[in-house]
T-cell receptor, first 112, second 114 residues
Framework: KQEVTQIPAALSVPEGENLVLNCSFTDSAIYNLQWFRQDPGKGLTSLLLIQSSQREQTSGRLNASLDKSSGRSTLYIAASQPGDSATYLCAVTVGGYQKVTFGTGTKLQVIP | KAGVTQTPRYLIKTRGQQVTLSCSPISGHRSVSWYQQTPGQGLQFLFEYFSETQRNKGNFPGRFSGRQFSNSRSEMNVSTLELGDSALYLC?????????????FGQGTRLTVV
C-alpha cells in the first residue's frame, strides 16, 4: 500500500526566505507526482506535475524535483511571500490503477 | 476556459438522509475523480470515472456511489448519511486520468451531517 509522508507538518518562515518542502513515498512504481496548494476551506490548485521519467519541473519561483529510486520529491520555493501561505500537498499516482494517494500536507506560513 | 465546477458549495443534511453532489469537469476532460477530505484522514480517494465507466474505487463502503454522464459531468451519491460523512468533497478533472495528465480540482462541496 502506497504511503505518502510530508515533512514538516508545519513551517513558519519570514518573508523573502527560500524554503524546501519534502514528500516521501513508499512505492517507487509511480506514474507521476503532483504538487498542489490548498487555501483554507478551498479546493486544490495544481502547482507542478512531474512525470516518472522526469527529474524536475519549474514554474516561476517554484521548482519540484523527483527521485523515484529514493522515493522522494522536494518543492523549492524561492523568495517566499505572504501570499504563499497555504497548505502544500503532494500526490502520487500508481501506474495502471488511476489511484492517487495524497500526502499529509505541510502548512506553510510566511510572515511579513 | 472554465474550471471545475462543483455544486452545491455547502450542504447540511440529517443522519439517515441521502445526498447527491455534482461535478462539471473542464470542457474536453474525460476523467473525473472524487475525494473526501477530513481533518483526521486527510484526502482520500473515492472513485474515478472515465467515459462513463468507473475505472477504480477507493476503500469506502457501498453507501458511496457515483456515475458519469455522456457529457463527462459526474455525480456522487451518499446514502444513509452518518455523522462521520461530514467532510469536504472534492472532484478532480483531467484529460485522460491522473496517471497521464494534470488534475484540476473544484472548490469542493462542504457536507455537514447533523
Amino acid at each position: 500500500k502506497q504511503e505518502v509522508t510530508q515533512i514538516p507538518a508545519a513551517l513558519s518562515v519570514p518573508e523573502g526566505e527560500n524554503l524546501v518542502l519534502n514528500c516521501s513515498f513508499t512505492d517507487s512504481a509511480i506514474y507521476n507526482l503532483q504538487w498542489f496548494r490548498q487555501d483554507p476551506g478551498k479546493g486544490l490548485t495544481s502547482l507542478l506535475l512531474i512525470q516518472s521519467s522526469q527529474r524536475e519541473q519549474t514554474s516561476g519561483r517554484l521548482n519540484a524535483s523527483l527521485d523515484k529510486s529514493s522515493g522522494r520529491s522536494t518543492l523549492y520555493i524561492a523568495a517566499s511571500q505572504p501570499g504563499d501561505s497555504a497548505t502544500y500537498l503532494c500526490a502520487v499516482t500508481v501506474g495502471g490503477y488511476q489511484k492517487v494517494t495524497f500526502g499529509t500536507g505541510t502548512k506553510l506560513q510566511v510572515i511579513p | 476556459k472554465a474550471g471545475v465546477t462543483q455544486t452545491p458549495r455547502y450542504l447540511i443534511k440529517t443522519r439517515g438522509q441521502q445526498v447527491t453532489l455534482s461535478c462539471s469537469p473542464i470542457s474536453g476532460h474525460r476523467s473525473v475523480s472524487w475525494y473526501q477530505q477530513t481533518p483526521g484522514q486527510g484526502l482520500q480517494f473515492l472513485f474515478e470515472y472515465f467515459s462513463e465507466t468507473q475505472r477504480n474505487k477507493g476503500n469506502f463502503p457501498g453507501r458511496f456511489s457515483g456515475r458519469q454522464f455522456s457529457n463527462s459531468r459526474s455525480e456522487m451519491n451518499v446514502s444513509t448519511l452518518e455523522l462521520g460523512d461530514s467532510a469536504l468533497y472534492l472532484c478532480a478533472s483531467s484529460l485522460l486520468g491522473q496517471q497521464n495528465t494534470e488534475a484540476f480540482f473544484g472548490q469542493g462541496t462542504r457536507l455537514t451531517v447533523v
